[in-house]
T-cell receptor, first 112, second 109 residues
Framework: KAGVTQTPRYLIKTRGQQVTLSCSPISGHRSVSWYQQTPGQGLQFLFEYFSETQRNKGNFPGRFSGRQFSNSRSEMNVSTLELGDSALYLC???????????FGQGTRLTVV | GQNIDQPTEMTATEGAIVQINCTYQTSGFNGLFWYQQHAGEAPTFLSYNVLDGLEEKGRFSSFLSRSKGYSYLLLKELQMKDSASYLCAVWNRDDKIIFGKGTRLHILP
């Protein structure tokens, strides 16, 4: 059974640009959550999608958005990038009971 | 508000036992997760507790007391590869999984 796949693994972008990250969950998992991880703040919840609907949202500005497709793959978009957006972005694939949540390898975004 | 507290760092010796504590105050409770994260890597799932008591999985055990808002992760027969950060996370009633800032565990030979 394949794990959670995130692409790309690394990205370097310039301030003001936008970026799209992708996450393919474990087969059969309909929930995908996105997190931002920085050394100072730890893992911060961005949003969760379930069956193509945003089920939950964290406290991030509107520049951070996402969507989920019918095959459960999810994308996260950040517009007008700021230096402070440099972080490891992780997605987690969760079973329907909610009792297991597995992370992808993450996308390390550097904004210069 | 949501609050999950863990010690920032701990040090233990190879072959020994270490207990990493986690206390939480969250809006509702649906379960508690522990993850291991090596530097530069993604977190890996260790355990999920929803009922009070101890759950054992090989060298790792996780304990939960819902009335006290308290959990711990117990690591036995420590190995050098156990040097990592350990993250405590709570699934709250809003269906979010909220993470603590993690405990960095250093293992000395």
């Amino acid at each position: 059974k394949a794990g959670v796949t995130q692409t790309p693994r690394y990205l370097i972008k310039t301030r003001g640009q936008q970026v799209t990250l992708s996450c393919s969950p474990i087969s059969g998992h309909r929930s995908v959550s996105w997190y931002q991880q920085t050394p100072g703040q730890g893992l911060q919840f961005l949003f969760e999608y379930f069956s193509e609907t945003q089920r939950n949202k964290g406290n991030f500005p509107g520049r951070f958005s996402g969507r989920q497709f019918s095959n459960s793959r999810s994308e996260m978009n950040v517009s007008t990038l700021e230096l402070g957006d440099s972080a490891l972005y992780l997605c987690a694939s969760r079973n329907d009971r909610g009792t297991e949540a597995f992370f992808g390898q993450g996308t390390r975004l550097t904004v210069v | 508000g949501q609050n999950i507290d863990q010690p920032t760092e701990m040090t233990a010796t190879e072959g020994a036992i270490v207990q990493i504590n986690c206390t939480y105050q969250t809006s509702g409770f649906n379960g508690l997760f522990w993850y291991q994260q090596h530097a530069g890597e993604a977190p890996t799932f260790l355990s999920y507790n929803v009922l009070d008591g101890l759950e054992e999985k090989g060298r790792f055990s996780s304990f939960l007391s819902r009335s006290k808002g308290y959990s711990y992760l117990l690591l036995k027969e420590l190995q050098m590869k156990d040097s990592a950060s350990y993250l405590c996370a709570v699934w709250n009633r809003d269906d979010k999984i909220i993470f603590g800032k993690g405990t960095r565990l250093h293992i000395l030979p």
